[in-house]
């Protein structure tokens, strides 16, 4: 199967952007891709994810902030992050649907908002 490799994580000041981006590699197809994020005692949850066709979706909590995009022709998804609040602190994601059957995982970037 594929592997992903996420970077564009760090720190940054409450208000601030980051640009997280996420490669996948191997002889694979992709059917979507999405990013998720997990805070330290809590659930991984879903913060966006894109279609191969492009058709979006996003958690509540970053409409309007966070935008996920998909380059096709390099196997690329990126999470654009606009106006970071100190709840956006957690480990971040990168996961792709190869098969239809599950999420794999990326092995995460840290994302630190600081008020």
């Known amino acids: 199967q594929g592997r992903l490799v996420e970077s564009g994580g760090g720190l940054v000041q409450a208000g601030g952007s980051l640009r997280l981006s996420c490669v996948a590699s191997?002889?694979?197809?992709?059917?979507?891709m999405g990013w998720f994020r997990q805070a330290p005692g809590k659930q991984r949850d879903m913060v966006a994810k894109i279609s191969s066709s492009g058709s979006t979706h996003y958690a509540d909590s970053v409409v309007g902030r966070f935008t996920i995009s998909i380059d096709s022709a390099k196997n690329t998804t990126y999470l654009q992050m606009n106006s970071l609040k100190p709840e956006d602190t957690a480990v971040y994601y990168c996961?792709?649907?190869?098969?239809?059957?599950?999420?794999?995982w990326g092995q995460g970037t840290q994302v630190t908002v600081s008020s």
């Open positions: 191997g002889s694979i197809s992709i059917y979507a």
């Open positions: 996961a792709a649907d190869f098969d239809q059957s599950r999420w794999y």
